[in-house]
């Protein structure tokens, strides 16, 4: 079928498409002259749910390129909006925490609940920045950077203490790494589905530490700086501080 499909029709009698199918025929010269106006709608396993005349119509017209279309995610709607949200606002950090970094000894990065931990000065880390200083004259906060050993995960959980969290992954060096969000299932044994969060480098991340989480490392030191609020998971929620940022 697959192999019928993808060798394209050898020869098409235009005039017998417009009398058996008029509106197969309309279609196709809509999109010789116009285009393809909208992507054709897949469902989350990939099937067509809105495009089927205009896939017939391109296969018609022996069409061979990237055909445009949309498909949703397989996570249900509100899943994760309310796990992680990019901030609009752009760090202007990154160049202190590399240097940060740069400066520190081995024995400063200590194990913080088993994340190899640098702790960064908290004043010289908001300094500059509009937004942490905004953020932490309202919800003081610690921050340091978290290292991740290539090859290595940490397990599903949910955070004891925090409620939220904002994460910022670096791209100071280069490597593949994956953080899970565990949709609710009834054991933490069970087999469960989950969504990622593909972190784009150098942006603020705001984190429900209260959502069933996880993050593997591939090759490559994996190294996000995180903040860490004094108020905990009772005080302070991921909602509650959405909406606090957003107003
Ligand atoms: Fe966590």
Redesign the pocket.
Known sequence: MIELLAGGPAEIDWERVRADAPGLHALAMDICENGLREPIRLDPYGRIEDGVHRTLSLWLLGFKGDVPATRPSPTPTGYEEGAFWKLPHLPTITETIREAMLQSGPEEWENY?GWLTLKLDTASIIAGDPFLEWLHSRHPFRCGVLSMAPFSF?GW???GR?GV?INMLTDFTPGRHSSMFALPRDQSRSPGRFFELDYEPNRFYL?N?QIE?TVVNYEGNRFVFSIEFDEDRDTLTFAQLKREIEA
Do not use: L, Q, V
């Open positions: 609940w940490y959980h949910t955070d925090r969290s984190f530490n989480h």
